[in-house]
């Protein structure tokens, strides 16, 4: 099915160890984000995309590095993680840059630093 | 102050009843709005856009009141399904700001 696929659903990091997030859309869209979504904060953004080779920061980008790899693909990368970085990440496309037609979302990746 | 503020609940409503979230944004620029819905571990899913004429989608309404910078979801014949976390959503120039969403439990 078309759509985001994120990679791995599932992690457990030790504290300074350091992990790539992959993301790939096969929808064509030029827009990608990270956010990390923890109880009773919302989802917060990490990083975006707006088009093929530039990324910006988001509201929450320390501890985070970002690639945009090509139109398809966007990776988060944590350097030395953190147990505060202990999170469910969701990666996410559009069409457009300006956000007008919503997200679609993958299905997240549950990241636990001990 | 939260750029997207909502109740957070939980709602606790019974099969068939009607139910209101409403949400509250910050950036009196923002361009687009939409209410999202997410189950529980599950990523989020686009229920509907929001316009300014308001609009509506089955049992689903939806409205925005640019002026006071206030966007509403009814729901009516709630259906147990329906049960979920209601996620306002605003977006401005190349991204889209969460609200924590409003947790609505619909029981028989």
């Known amino acids: 099915n078309a759509g985001v696929t994120q990679t791995p659903k599932f992690q457990v990091l030790k504290t300074g160890q350091s992990m790539t997030l992959q993301c790939a859309q096969d929808?064509?869209?030029?827009?990608m984000y990270w956010y990390r979504q923890d109880p009773g904060m919302g989802l917060r953004l990490i990083y975006y995309?707006?088009?093929?080779?530039?990324?910006d920061k988001g509201e929450v980008p320390n501890g985070y590095n970002v690639s945009r790899l090509n139109k398809r693909e966007f990776s988060l990368r944590l350097e030395s993680a953190a147990p505060s970085q202990t999170s469910v990440y969701f990666c996410?496309?559009?069409?457009?840059?300006?956000?007008?037609?919503?997200?679609?979302f993958g299905s997240g990746t549950r990241l636990t630093v001990v | 102050r939260k750029e997207v503020e909502q109740d957070p609940g939980p709602f606790n409503v019974p099969e068939g009843a009607t139910v209101a979230f409403n949400c509250t944004y910050s950036?009196?620029?923002?361009?687009?709005f939409f209410w999202y819905r997410q189950d529980c571990r599950k990523e989020p899913k686009l229920l509907m856009s929001?316009?300014?004429s308001g609009n509506e989608d089955g049992r689903f309404t939806a409205q925005l009141n640019r002026a006071s910078q206030y966007i509403s979801l009814l729901i009516r014949d709630s259906k147990l399904s329906d049960s979920a976390t209601y996620l306002c959503?605003?977006?401005?120039?190349?991204?889209?700001?969460f609200g924590a969403g409003t947790r609505l439990a619909v029981h028989p």
């Open positions: 950036n009196s620029a923002s361009q687009s």
């Open positions: 959503v605003v977006g401005g120039y190349n991204k889209l700001i």
């Open positions: 995309s707006a088009s093929e080779g530039t990324t």
């Open positions: 996410a496309s559009s069409e457009a840059g300006q956000a007008r037609y919503g997200y679609t």
């Open positions: 929808m064509n869209h030029n827009s």
């Open positions: 929001v316009y300014s």
